[in-house]
């Protein structure tokens, strides 16, 4: 067998290959593999198994129309720290690269997912596009960070939300072109607003009415396993839903159900709580319950936005935000994970935000075709 390590450009296909993962990229990147089937750029989907639950995998791909991942890559769910599970991810990007020399792999966004693909089609020379790109929360404690930096400065395309995220690639000076293109998850909640609409019956399965209700999502690791921020956040989240007399609906990733019950906090999700708890559901049916909340509490990047959306006031249950343009508009307000009284106090604010006047901040909907068209003319150089 040959021990050269790279693929030669001339030998390469004039393909995108598509790399996913977690439940955040499948929804952000559905519309990006939609839009380069529509222009007829070959591609194909790497899925490096990173989430595997049905409701954040399989029942994804179906909500979503998309095509059946090319490639799967097994045994990372049993991995337990971010090398173990980025080194798997890796080697199994690196082997569905070499079997398919595409010219370009399309990552998103910040997951150990997303610097897997990037860094073994960096290694092999294929071209790579980074979707997201130039976001920062300047907070070395998070995984997300370190992945985010790292894929931008290794990144031949760089694919902006906005002109803000533009600004810091330049000041960073990443070698890679920069384009604005806006951000994909815009179009993917427009193409998928409607859809729920016409077929989630989340609200009369949980007995929900519009408005009536805060949806609350807490997964990132630097709040669920530290046990004093997990607490604060289920304190402060009940609190403020006895004080507004409305229910929150905790929609609660595996990792969050897990730390509740390791942590002994079970009794802070109980019948007398004020909070409602649920596993991760449906796609569509996230979608319409965030449509008809009346506020939003989160600590995800991608669900702060799909708020803004949406028009949903959001409370984000972290210390600093990579979407500072939602904190301006008075859209979105940080409350320090740490504290139930912040989390309470800015949850009454937001009950008072006005939803009338906030910009477009993340584009017009139309990112995945102009993420598409310039692949397609970066396969074709
Ligand atoms: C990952 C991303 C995060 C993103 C999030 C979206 C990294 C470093 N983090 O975090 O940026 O916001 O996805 O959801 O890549 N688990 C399941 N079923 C699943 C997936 C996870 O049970 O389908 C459990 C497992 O116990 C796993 C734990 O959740 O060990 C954490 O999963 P992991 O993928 O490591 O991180 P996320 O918290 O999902």
């Given amino acids: 067998m040959s021990d050269i390590k790279f693929i030669d450009r001339s030998d390469m296909a004039k393909e995108v290959a598509v790399v996913v993962g977690t439940r955040p990229g499948i929804i952000m990147m559905a519309p990006v593999i939609h839009a380069l089937t529509e222009l007829?750029?070959?591609?194909?989907?790497?899925?490096?198994?990173?989430?595997?639950?049905?409701?954040?995998?399989?029942?994804?791909?179906?909500?979503?129309?998309?095509?059946?991942?090319?490639?799967?890559?097994?045994?990372?769910?049993?991995?337990?720290?971010?090398?173990?599970?980025?080194?798997?991810?890796?080697?199994?990007?690196?082997?569905?690269?070499?079997?398919r020399r595409p010219r370009l792999v399309l990552v998103n966004g910040d997951a150990n997912t997303n610097l897997a693909g990037a860094l073994a089609a960096r290694k092999l020379h294929v071209g790579v596009g980074h979707i997201e790109a130039g976001e920062r929360s300047f907070d070395w404690r998070m995984p997300e960070e370190h992945n985010r930096r790292i894929m931008d400065h290794i990144s031949e395309l760089l694919f902006a939300s906005g002109e803000k995220a533009a600004a810091q690639l330049r000041k960073e000076s990443v070698p890679g072109e920069i384009h604005v293109t806006g951000n994909t998850i815009v179009d993917a909640s427009l193409n998928h607003a409607n859809l729920a609409d016409r077929h989630s019956d989340a609200l009369n399965r949980i007995g929900l009415e519009p408005g009536s209700y805060i949806l609350a999502t807490s997964h990132r690791e630097e709040n669920v396993d530290v046990p004093g921020n997990l607490e604060a956040i289920l304190r402060g989240i009940g609190e403020a839903a006895r004080s507004a007399d409305l229910k929150a609906l905790f929609l609660a990733h595996p990792r969050t159900v897990k730390r509740i019950e390791q942590f002994g906090l079970a009794d802070l999700v109980g019948p007398d709580s004020g909070i409602v708890m649920r596993e991760a559901i449906r796609y569509l049916d996230f979608i319409k319950l965030l449509k008809s909340a009346r506020i939003v509490m989160t600590d995800s990047g991608?669900?702060?936005?799909?708020?803004?959306?949406?028009?949903?006031?959001?409370?984000?249950?972290?210390?600093?935000?990579?979407?500072?343009?939602?904190?301006?508009?008075?859209?979105?307000?940080?409350?320090?994970?740490?504290?139930?009284?912040?989390?309470?106090?800015?949850?009454?604010?937001?009950?008072?935000?006005?939803?009338?006047?906030?910009?477009?901040?993340?584009?017009?909907?139309?990112a995945a075709k102009k993420i598409a068209m310039i692949a397609k003319e970066f396969v074709d150089r």
Wanted: hydrophobic content about 40%; some cysteine.
């Fill in 40 to 99: 007829g750029v070959p591609n194909f989907v790497i899925h490096t198994g990173q989430h595997y639950s049905p409701a954040m995998d399989s029942e994804l791909f179906e909500d979503l129309r998309l095509p059946k991942p090319a490639f799967h890559i097994e045994d990372v769910a049993g991995k337990k720290t971010h090398a173990g599970q980025t080194a798997v991810m890796l080697e199994g990007c690196e082997a569905a690269l070499m079997e």
């Fill in 302 to 366: 991608g669900v702060q936005q799909e708020a803004y959306i949406h028009r949903r006031p959001t409370v984000t249950m972290r210390k600093n935000t990579e979407w500072t343009e939602t904190l301006e508009t008075g859209a979105n307000r940080l409350a320090n994970p740490e504290s139930a009284q912040e989390i309470r106090e800015a949850a009454l604010a937001a009950l008072g935000a006005d939803i009338a006047s906030w910009p477009d901040i993340f584009g017009d909907g139309q």
